[in-house]
Structure formats: structure tokens, C-alpha cells
């Protein structure tokens, strides 16, 4: 199964430090799956990522790879997308690096609809760093900084994105991986800022302190509690997969050329 995609790794770097269970390593597969579908040339792709447990993905991708600093992928994204619009620029960030450190930063690429595909892969911890709650812990979940229940209400990641400017938004799980593949193609394919909200199970920092006993059981409730995208939830713990939303938007880099062309042309009469 693996030698199919081995080609998108670098063999020496692994194994990966991810826990058992965990479901990052499901969901690499299915971003190298869509990358394997979309025909990409490898040389081509660049992976940004910032700090955290998912963040440790570009490590063992073999394709141009950035590991930047804690919140600030998007930010290293969008320099190298404005300098080399050709490259396909994706990047991956876990919740707590792209909502609370990088919020600003998601807010703004999403303001821009700079041509990058960000993948949020959302345990809904900080699980690299001790189990702190995140930015879309849900509420009354633990964590080591909420141990009687997260007071604090989740974003709504999506919702977020699409009201500074996104335009693609989509949401799959680590158990609903064919789901995940196909909305990473789609968010590849759209020109503008495209953001995947990849929920994943974290069976040690979060299934521990919430009554999990197994990643399995975490599978198990991400397959219960993910409805079609327009369905009616039945219980607050329910949530849409597919795509969200989809919109038509200018570029930034595409409406960077035209003003770069504009000024050329006056240049050239001056």
C-alpha cells in the first residue's frame, strides 16, 4: 500500500515521531495521495509548515520543504507564493499554530486570497507541548489549562476564514480519508486562498483527558458526528465535511502582475 507514494518520501527520515493512533500519519497519506493524483511535479511543490506535532510533516516529504517558526507558515507561504507564483505552495498547520499564534496571519492570507492551499490538521489540542487547550478546543473539553472543562467557545475555523476573504473551504477527518483527498485536489484547484480543516484524532494529550480508550473509539466518533455538508446536526457535538464554501475572488499574485504590467506600460511613455 505504502509503495504506491513512496516516492513523496524521504525513506531515511522515518519512522515518523507521531503517536500511536494518532491520526497526522492518515492524513499525510491523503495530501501525498492527492498530490499523486493531481499529477504535481514534485520539483514544483513547496510544503510550508510552522511548529507542532503535524507540523513535523515536511520532514519526511520529499518535495521542497520549509519548517518555519510557530505561527508564521503563512507568512513564510506568502513571501515565497508573491516571489515564484508558479510553485504550488501548500501548508500545513496544526490549530493552535494556525489560530492562536498564526491567527493574524490566517486572517490576512485569507484577506489577500493569495493562491496558497492551507491544511489545518485539528486535534484540538496542543499536543506536542503538554495537552494546553487550543483556540478550537470545544467547550467543556479538557486539557492540562482547562482540567474542570474549556470554558472558552471554539472558532469556527471556516466560518472565520470565509468572512476575511477565503475562497474554498472544506472539512474531512482522518476516518473519511477518500473525503479528505478529494477536497484537497479541489482546494489545489482553486485559484485563491483555500483552506482544509483536516480533523484528527490525538488518542494521548486529548482522548486520555476525554474519556477515549482507544484511537479507535476517536474514529469511531469522528464517523458518528460528521454530517453532509446542509444536513440538520442532531447533537451539538455534530459538524459538516465536504466542501463548505466556494467562491469566486481577484488573486493576489495574479492582481500583483497586472499592476506590475500597468506600471511598465506608463514607464515606457515617460
Known sequence: MFQDIAQYFRIETLPHIWCPGCGIGTITAAIVRAIQALQLDQNNVIFVSGIGCSSRMPGYLDFNTIHTTHGRALAFATGIKAARPNLDVFVVMGDGDST?????????????????????????????????????????????????????????????????????????????NQILTKLIMDAYNNSGFSIVEAISQCPVSYGRKNRFKTPADMLLWQKEHAIKSGQIPVSEEDFPIGEIFKRQRPEYTHEYEKLRKKLREASAYD
Do not use: W
Request: proline share 5%.
Open 100 to 176: 492562536a499564534i498564526g491567527g493574524n496571519h490566517l486572517i490576512h492570507a485569507a484577506r489577500r486570497n493569495i493562491d496558497l492551499t492551507a491544511i489545518v490538521i485539528n486535534n484540538s489540542i496542543y499536543g506536542m507541548t503538554g495537552g494546553q487547550t487550543s483556540p478550537l478546543t470545544p467547550y467543556d473539553k479538557r486539557g492540562t489549562t482547562s482540567p474542570y472543562g474549556n470554558l472558552e467557545r471554539p472558532f469556527q475555523i471556516l466560518d472565520l476564514c470565509e468572512a476575511a476573504g477565503a475562497t474554498y473551504g472544506g472539512r474531512a477527518t482522518a476516518y473519511h
